[in-house]
């Protein structure tokens, strides 16, 4: 579309903002140096035409998309590794040199991490709105492979896959009828002494693996996790490493059943896989055996458990409450930007209709969305720095000292509760969102599908949300129990042992804070002592009562989540006082305010259950209006604030979304180029309408 | 797929229920009679091979659906002729031969609404889960012929439009820039005496009409809301039917710029187009005349205010309601068919996996959704039943006697409350269960998405949701008003006269309606006196004090469309006491019990915030605790009950739903016949994959 510069709305918003929307993008991007690089990828990738869509994705076949997919991939990984190497020689040689050389000894998970960013940053997002085939290869395959392999095997396969010399891989660990139990798995491994080798076998439909990114016509070798046997005795599930397709024809081997397992709600490029074995055999030494050994002659030696492959999980976990805060953002800017331009009824009667932003309504749905983001990712930020200490401690310690994991309880449990909160929050912000957008939040062009899409997959995968609150909920009744003992208790409980009942004070924030930790608390209270109730005079077994309690342990683990969310907001606040100027931190202090009003209003039934003395109705009434004042006063600088996100628009990859705020160009422009439009009359008019006029209904 | 039988689950399910399937299937189809002809047109269709689809819809390309969709679309309107041609030869000739004729002269409004029920019911959603180009023809294009056109104009197009006789339409009403307020559309018609003509015009890009239903390809009419000017001179808007495209040719006519507004979240076999005007003539006798009539020589007659138009727009939204319960049951049967194959996670440590639905937090997620789209229908059949008593109260009285509406704005009101109430229901639900279903729950196949995505484009259309929720308020208020002067207020508002606090007794749902009641009268009081508050001191202006209060007079109004909900469900269970059998009553009562709980939990802030002293925490603790035994007595007959609704697996078109709950076998198969799978190695790896294996990273 033809440049048209600013729209006057958004240039008049721009205008009277109070913020300047770069200080803010400074700190959003945690410095000067971190912004600049990031905009200048974002430039090389951007100008360069090989990576524009001549057809938008949503018109596309499955089979199209993903031939897309895949074919952008190539370039998009093969451009990247070219800005590694020019970034390495025009940086002075230091420490991170290293890093980035990428030579077979130098990957390491440090690198993949990075790595990881790079694919699913912004340039990723932008070039692959519903993700991409090869993005497991390095955010679990090589991973696995590092942590999971031993001396030996990762000197034959890391470098080898670092550089994509023949191997192309996935992890398959979901089934199709299992998944959050993983015990259930039934994939097995047989082990034949004889001949030195694995037989893996698919024994039932059920035990088809389901899932794996880029599993369908990508992969070439899969890290597969199976059950397995020596003997026909069973030693767990263990991680096999199997090449399914020939390195040179790309056939699938003997033996191997391999496909796409179809189109999604979103995430349509990752060309997500299931496979079968049918006696498919491999070496003793494709099994990864860091951790676990079979010998020669079948014996099976197991090293300590492995504490780090528990960080694996926390890690993902992680980087989802990243993953979804992002799309979160990315809809807030879109939704923002589509309100400042869209005017719709008028507010006085013969005034022109005004930007549907200046309606009190409209504020209610838009405003908390983008203060809710920033707070995500104000716990997203602490959740990351307590991951690398646990990670440092776990590693100082080395493999067989447990005292090393001391943080690493409390950091599950939090990563669980945070992933579990996070993405559901996330998924009704985006929802909501899009609604503010009426009608053309619906068009696929708006971009909300792909961003939803995303974001309600993550709710599901890497931890099952009501299963991830009631490990939550586990962790928590622990922390109870010590807390009746009068132990001390982690950072992210240490309320459980305050039971002084909420005394309303000066300090709102404060107050509601309280509030919701009170409510947490004591619904966790109840949760345990309907548990022990359903036990009493062994009426129920402790599982049970157990399943018997869970509507209520999920619902005390829901509640330790906002609790938490809104405490570590006020909390990081309080920092950045001290580190950021006085206009940007005012406009901080507003967000975490309204961000923490909304969790209240939004579970105001459990506030008031649980503190039904503490809270008058003055109060409330109160706290509503301040609620309607931050909306207020949040309003004028609503457009600085979204732009200080810095989205480029190819990142939004929105009609309605673009800095320039021109929505129906744009609009008309995606609809021109959909090749069902490229005609002017349709085939199916003269093979179908027109018979049908002629002969009549 | 071959048929495999019932799987064990869902048998040994179906002999332990205590209710029989088809006793709730008589109830719920409104007879024998009807449940038998329902199935019997829909053998007639789904065992005919030319319904079958080769490829899964959600593998094809936009242009690809399209094309499919109108191909698929002309097939189906004909065989649905042939079969009421049949059923007419067969019946006696009687009161409604004439009507099935649908000649001519008996086209009626009648006829039609039984038409769309026809198209979008069972039939229509199995073989079209994304809706279809022809549908708007007969559900707004015929109708508003019928409505707005005067006895010439009817006589020249509606037969021809009903025997498809050269003629497709459809109806342009909403444009880029204007939606809910219609007043602000832009599209004009200005009257050339001379010529006797009406010259059409899109002014700017925003008033290009978006959006109807079958424009981008398939209509070569259109009925067109514009602004009418004579002599420059404005005379609100009027309807204009206008041929767009060439009746032989099918191409677009001179100064018509059409096409498709391209994919989104669902609803993608509509075809919605875009439509602007360059100087486009028309006669004036195509001016649909039946209300105001523009003379030859420019004079301009303005017949009385047509109450019956707003009757279509109230038909509309009673609909709407209709077609989100189903929506929402489609999908309750789908998540309660496979939580009860899915087995997931043992309760107890050695005892094998049990059905998922045996955790009582899946239940949880469940059954309520089950309930609510039960007390939906409840509702939807009332609003039908006043529907109909105010039509003919209105035919009775005449066009130009007013008194025939005495009921018309409690109607309107209650339509747009509940459409607005349900619609977000509906959509919140059928998310829940799709979650429900874990991965496979984000499967196209499970067809999650389609449901989703027309209760999601119903949450806007016809009505965007806060707008019909302020309309409402401005009803509820002026009740308010009239009560607050004694008067006799409507049946669905008589609440707000009753001033006595909430006094719990033995009778349960009795005190969570009055609560509900009370929640609802009080959130409007207070909104009223936001309001009052904002205008004193002339602050502001009466209409910047409505913006003001725009959030507490939405929250008013949905309180008031879950107190009514409430209370209806409550009163129709009272009716059905004496009509149904005591098994089936027994289990409606769990229901309807289970909805109002249900609701009175999602709206405990509310409730709690206004019913301060009302409700005890032991009270609340007795509820929780009946909420949960209502899961558990609801368990045994939940398969009984789903099957009872007598969805047709087509009907639900999903991998997860089917009525033999062969998940996994079809998961499978569904996966297996997708394009993408049909050759062993994709061409981009040739293209691009080896490239780079060759090159390295």
């Known amino acids: 579309m033809e440049a048209l510069g600013e729209c006057i709305e958004l240039r008049r918003e721009r205008e009277g903002a109070t913020i300047a929307s770069e200080d803010f993008a400074v700190w959003w991007a945690g410095g000067r140096h971190e912004l600049e690089e990031r905009r200048a990828l974002e430039n090389y990738f951007f100008n360069d035409p090989e990576f524009d869509d001549a057809v938008h994705p949503s018109c596309m076949s499955y089979k199209q998309r993903y031939e897309h997919a895949l074919t952008k991939g190539t370039k998009f990984l093969a451009k990247l590794r070219e800005w590694q190497r020019s970034r390495r020689a025009q940086q002075p040689k230091g420490k991170e040199e290293h890093e980035l050389e990428g030579a077979e000894d130098s990957v390491n998970i440090k690198l993949l991490y990075d790595y990881r960013m790079l694919l699913s940053g912004p340039v990723g997002t932008a070039l692959f709105q519903q993700s991409f085939p090869l993005r497991l290869h390095f955010s679990m395959f090589l991973p696995t492979l590092l942590s999971q392999g031993n001396a030996e095997q990762q000197r034959r396969w890391v470098g080898r896959a670092w550089r994509l010399d023949g191997i192309v891989g996935t992890y398959a660990q979901t089934e199709l009828g299992h998944g959050s139990y993983i015990r259930g798995l039934e994939t097995r491994a047989d082990y034949d002494a004889e001949r030195e080798?694995?037989?893996?076998?698919?024994?039932?439909?059920?035990?088809?693996?389901?899932?794996?990114?880029?599993?369908?016509?990508?992969?070439?070798?899969?890290?597969?996790?199976?059950?397995?046997?020596?003997?026909?005795?069973?030693?767990?599930?263990?991680?096999?490493?199997?090449?399914?397709?020939?390195?040179?024809?790309?056939?699938?081997?003997?033996?191997?059943?391999?496909?796409?397992?179809?189109?999604?709600?979103?995430?349509?490029?990752?060309?997500?896989?299931?496979?079968?074995?049918?006696?498919?055999?491999?070496?003793?030494?494709?099994?990864?055996?860091?951790?676990?050994?079979?010998?020669?002659?079948?014996?099976?030696?197991?090293?300590?458990?492995?504490?780090?492959?528990?960080?694996?999980?926390?890690?993902?976990?992680?980087?989802?409450?990243?993953?979804?805060?992002?799309?979160?953002?990315?809809?807030?800017?879109?939704?923002?930007?589509?309100?400042?331009?869209?005017?719709?009824?008028?507010?006085?009667?013969?005034?022109?209709?005004?930007?549907?932003?200046?309606?009190?309504?409209?504020?209610?749905?838009?405003?908390?969305?983008?203060?809710?983001?920033?707070?995500?990712?104000?716990?997203?930020?602490?959740?990351?720095?307590?991951?690398?200490?646990?990670?440092?401690?776990?590693?100082?310690?080395?493999?067989?000292?447990?005292?090393?994991?001391?943080?690493?309880?409390?950091?599950?449990?939090?990563?669980?509760?945070?992933?579990?909160?996070?993405?559901?929050?996330?998924?009704?912000?985006?929802?909501?969102?899009?609604?503010?957008?009426?009608?053309?939040?619906?068009?696929?062009?708006?971009?909300?599908?792909?961003?939803?899409g995303l974001a309600s997959a993550a709710f599901t995968y890497e931890g099952e949300h009501t299963v991830l609150l009631l490990q939550t909920a586990r962790f928590l009744l622990r922390q109870h129990l010590d807390a009746l003992k009068r132990k001390v208790l982690p950072a992210s409980v240490t309320y459980?042992?305050?039971?002084?009942?909420?005394?309303?004070?000066?300090?709102?924030?404060?107050?509601?804070?309280?509030?919701?930790?009170?409510?947490?608390?004591?619904?966790?209270?109840?949760?345990?002592?309907?548990?022990?109730?359903?036990?009493?005079?062994?009426?129920?077994?402790?599982?049970?009562?157990?399943?018997?309690?869970?509507?209520?342990?999920?619902?005390?683990?829901?509640?330790?989540?906002?609790?938490?969310?809104?405490?570590?907001?006020?909390?990081?606040?309080?920092?950045?006082?001290?580190?950021?100027?006085?206009?940007?931190?005012?406009?901080?202090?507003?967000?975490?305010?309204?961000?923490?009003?909304?969790?209240?209003?939004?579970?105001?039934?459990?506030?008031?259950?649980?503190?039904?003395?503490?809270?008058?109705?003055?109060?409330?009434?109160?706290?509503?209006?301040?609620?309607?004042?931050?909306?207020?006063?949040?309003r004028p600088n609503a457009l600085a604030l979204v732009d200080g996100f810095d989205f480029h628009d190819r990142v939004l990859g929105s009609t309605l979304g673009c800095w320039d705020g021109r929505v129906y160009e744009r609009l008309m422009a995606e609809a021109r180029r959909n090749p069902l439009n490229q005609e002017a009359v349709n085939s199916s008019y003269h093979t179908h309408l027109q018979p049908l006029f002629r002969c009549k209904l």
């Not at 998924?427 to 971009?447: F, P, Q, T, W």
């Not at 931190?585 to 039904?612: C, D, I, P, S």
């Open 496 to 634: 459980l042992r305050n039971a002084s009942p909420l005394s309303w004070s000066d300090n709102l924030l404060e107050n509601v804070a309280r509030a919701l930790e009170i409510s947490a608390a004591a619904q966790l209270r109840e949760a345990w002592q309907w548990q022990q109730e359903q036990r009493q005079h062994g009426k129920h077994t402790e599982q049970q009562a157990n399943n018997l309690s869970g509507r209520r342990l999920t619902a005390a683990a829901t509640l330790h989540g906002h609790a938490y969310l809104a405490r570590n907001a006020i909390k990081q606040l309080e920092q950045l006082r001290r580190n950021v100027q006085p206009a940007l931190y005012e406009l901080l202090q507003q967000l975490v305010e309204l961000f923490v009003l909304h969790t209240f209003l939004r579970q105001l039934g459990a506030v008031l259950k649980w503190n039904r003395n503490g809270i008058s109705s003055k109060q409330l009434q109160q706290l509503e209006q301040r609620y309607e004042q931050l909306l207020g006063a949040l």
């Open 197 to 452: 080798q694995f037989v893996l076998n698919t024994p039932t439909l059920s035990a088809y693996k389901w899932w794996p990114g880029g599993l369908g016509q990508t992969a070439n070798m899969v890290v597969v996790l199976a059950q397995l046997y020596i003997r026909g005795k069973h030693h767990g599930l263990q991680q096999f490493l199997v090449r399914i397709r020939d390195e040179q024809t790309h056939e699938p081997l003997p033996g191997i059943d391999v496909g796409d397992i179809g189109p999604k709600l979103g995430a349509n490029g990752v060309n997500n896989g299931f496979l079968g074995f049918r006696n498919v055999r491999i070496p003793r030494d494709q099994m990864l055996m860091k951790n676990a050994q079979v010998l020669a002659d079948g014996r099976f030696v197991q090293a300590a458990q492995p504490l780090l492959v528990y960080g694996t999980m926390v890690f993902v976990r992680v980087m989802i409450v990243r993953d979804v805060m992002f799309g979160l953002l990315q809809a807030a800017t879109i939704a923002t930007r589509y309100s400042l331009v869209r005017r719709q009824s008028p507010i006085e009667p013969n005034a022109p209709e005004p930007q549907i932003l200046d309606h009190v309504t409209q504020q209610a749905k838009i405003l908390p969305q983008i203060a809710r983001g920033i707070c995500y990712r104000l716990a997203a930020d602490v959740l990351w720095a307590i991951y690398q200490r646990v990670m440092q401690q776990l590693e100082a310690a080395g493999p067989n000292n447990s005292n090393g994991g001391r943080e690493l309880p409390e950091l599950h449990a939090l990563s669980c509760c945070l992933k579990a909160v996070c993405t559901e929050g996330a998924a009704e912000g985006i929802d909501v969102l899009r609604k503010a957008c009426g009608g053309h939040g619906y068009m696929s062009s708006a971009n909300f599908d792909s961003i939803q």
